[in-house]
């Protein structure tokens, strides 16, 4: 579903007699990036780059991919489903097993750092002066893509986008 703010966007444009194609990027680069082949694609890549070899080192995040990659790209699909449905909408179902998704984690806070047991990715742990961590390696926090897709990219922190649409290349700089 497109936020609110682009339909009456090209309503209004359009009413000012703007031609106007109204386009969700974020929604689209989501739906290409979480998908069965997209992440098959990905994992196929993994493989390349990093072909299991004795006495290579591969790297905690690029195991975990080989590991948890197939059952996340089989089952990718029918989350999307739910997230497009109208149950995911639906107020007080979609709540209540927030809720209870909740209920069942660990949250924890001791000298100002928390301590979040998830189900999924394992213990994350941060605070002011805690650098933030899941299962005691640390997360990146610099260097990296903001948004990276056929699309647009923008690196993290850099305020500069770059926006591509067919031949049509548009750059947009925040900080300037």
Same mark, same amino acid.
């Given at each position: 579903m497109p936020h609110l703010a682009l339909p009456v966007l090209t309503a209004y444009l359009r009413s000012h007699g703007v031609e106007v194609v109204q386009r969700d990027l974020n929604m689209e680069t989501y739906d290409t990036i979480l998908s069965r082949a997209y992440l098959e694609q990905? %994992?196929?890549r993994l493989h390349v780059d990093y072909p299991r070899v004795n006495g290579k080192s591969i790297p905690r995040q690029v195991?975990?991919?080989? #590991?948890?990659? +197939?059952q996340l790209a089989n089952q990718i699909e029918r989350a999307k489903a739910v997230f497009h449905s109208p149950a995911f909408y639906d107020g007080e179902k979609s709540f209540d097993a927030f809720v209870n998704a909740l209920s069942q984690a660990s949250v924890t806070e001791r000298e100002g750092v928390l301590t979040f047991e998830s189900p999924?990715? #394992?213990r994350f742990v941060t605070g002011w002066d805690a650098? +933030?961590?899941v299962n005691g390696e640390p997360i990146q926090l610099s260097r990296y893509p903001l948004v990276d897709s056929a699309?647009?990219?923008s690196d993290f922190g850099s #305020?500069?986008?770059? %926006?591509r649409y067919g031949d049509e290349i548009y750059e947009l700089w925040f900080n300037q």
């Open positions: 990905a %994992l196929d195991r975990w991919a080989f #590991g948890q990659g +197939p999924s990715v #394992g650098r +933030p961590t699309w647009a990219h #305020g500069e986008m770059v %926006l």
